[in-house]
């Protein structure tokens, strides 16, 4: 293999380091950014403040013990109502969720505190709180998100990820990294993982133990992309250019005159 082909960071024009820099500071942020949106709308479905495998499990495959009203008001709700309102809807819930008890005991709670927004004038994405039928919806036993919400999820993240790591691997391209199959694992690493990653959304269904695959995943992919970062930013700007590159630098393709060694 003859390494020599690649162009070292260092000796990329000045224009192209600058696009590059700004790129991976953007995605950058970005990445800490979507950490964030992981967190928030996972992280607490099981009680536990903590993300947890348990989160995982009920946020795809759903929660036996429980509803989605239940996962939603320990989870992502929890601030919408007071405690002890809390404990009139989960002892209706314990007993079984009786329909006959809706307009007396639920419906005012839910009244006050729910439907400033699910209400479908409101948000016609959110559950319908407004009638009989939608809270039984909710009240329902909770089997996750729906095989159709994660064929929708699954092809916008494979497609968005994709662009990602393609950008992210194409300008570490130009990163010296021995091993060469260090450099390789590491561009390779985000696609293998992100093809494990979304097939055991749908797996978690089957066995929730593939929840932790969604974790490691994600684990692994987090680790290639801050890898890949830390070093195309040192050695665009800082890193020395190393002796192997440098002694063949008369077989590097010619650059273009005086932005080559900015
Ligand atoms: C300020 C707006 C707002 C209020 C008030 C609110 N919700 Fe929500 N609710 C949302 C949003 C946004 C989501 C979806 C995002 C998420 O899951 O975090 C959501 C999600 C839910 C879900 C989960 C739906 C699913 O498909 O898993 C349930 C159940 C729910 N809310 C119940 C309630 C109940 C019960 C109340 C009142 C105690 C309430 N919400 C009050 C905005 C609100």
Known sequence: ???????????LPMSVRVLFTMVLLTFGLAYVMATIQVWESHAGKDGDPMLSGK????????NPEGTKLETALRGPMSDMLPANKK??????????????????????????????CHSPEVNPHLPNLTTVEGIQAVAAQDTGMTIATLVRVSHIHLFSITFIFFIVGYIFTHAYVRPLWLKCVLIAAPFAVLITDVASWYLTKVWAGFAWVVIASGGVMGISFAAMWLISMWQLWFGHVPEA?????GRLPKLSVSESHG
């Open 1 to 11: 293999m003859n390494s020599t082909q690649i162009i070292y960071f260092r000796h």
């Open 55 to 62: 989160d995982l499990m009920i946020a795809y495959r759903g």
């Open 87 to 116: 404990k009139i809807v989960f002892d209706w819930l314990h007993d079984g969720a009786k329909p006959e008890l809706i307009a007396s005991t639920i419906q005012p709670i839910i009244n006050e505190h729910c439907i400033a």
């Open 245 to 249: 590159v440098a002694e063949n630098e």
